[in-house]
């Protein structure tokens, strides 16, 4: 669950679900409206999750 760099407020589960799939690299916290930034370690394993989804999803 990602927690905020600023206030260290974890987000909800679903927001950083919707934030992992997005093409923009900076995100807003929810509580304290700093911008936090994806890193491009992170935003690989993005891909590559949904990668293997994708191919191992039943047809």
Request: hydrophobic share 30%; charged share 20%; with cysteine.
């Amino acid at each position: 669950m990602r927690t905020c760099q600023k206030c260290n407020q974890k987000w909800t589960y679903k927001r950083t679900l919707k934030n992992s799939f997005t093409l923009d690299n900076k995100l807003i916290c929810p509580h304290c409206g700093e911008k936090q930034y994806v890193t491009s370690r992170t935003r690989r394993i993005t891909i590559m999750a949904t990668i293997l989804i994708i191919t191992f999803t039943p047809a």
